[in-house]
Nanobody, 114 residues
Framework: VQLQASGGGLVQAGGSLSLSCSAS????????MGWYRQAPGKQREWVAFITSDGTKEYRGTVKGRFTISRDNGKNTVYLQMNSLKPEDTAVYYCNRYPYDVEYWGQGTQVTVSS
């Protein structure tokens, strides 16, 4: 299984970024998928997940600002991030939900400047 996250970058507070994660080696449509993040010096935390049937859940601190979606035809899960805050700065990863320890990829860096 390979999960490749992309789309990170440097953005000012209040800005937006759109992350993508392409999956291979798995039956994507059958899996719940999640976005996670890890800030420097902190534990990795889940951000949002989307079930195989499209149900979505968000961490409280991102609810109303982030939107998770999936395209099963493209084996890709997305995270649209709006109204970004400096505390959103982290490396963002995708994985199954709940995560599989063997599926972590390299992630993509998101940096929000104040």
């Amino acid at each position: 299984v390979q999960l490749q996250a992309s789309g990170g970058g440097l953005v000012q507070a209040g800005g937006s970024l759109s992350l993508s994660c392409s999956a291979s080696g798995m039956i994507f449509r059958a899996n719940n998928m999640g976005w996670y993040r890890q800030a420097p010096g902190k534990q990795r935390e889940w951000v949002a997940f989307i079930t195989s049937d499209g149900t979505k859940e968000y961490r409280g601190t991102v609810k109303g600002r982030f939107t998770i979606s999936r395209d099963n035809g493209k084996n890709t899960v997305y995270l649209q991030m709006n109204s970004l805050k400096p505390e959103d700065t982290a490396v963002y990863y995708c994985n199954r939900y709940p995560y599989d320890v063997e599926y972590w990829g390299q992630g993509t860096q998101v940096t929000v400047s104040s």
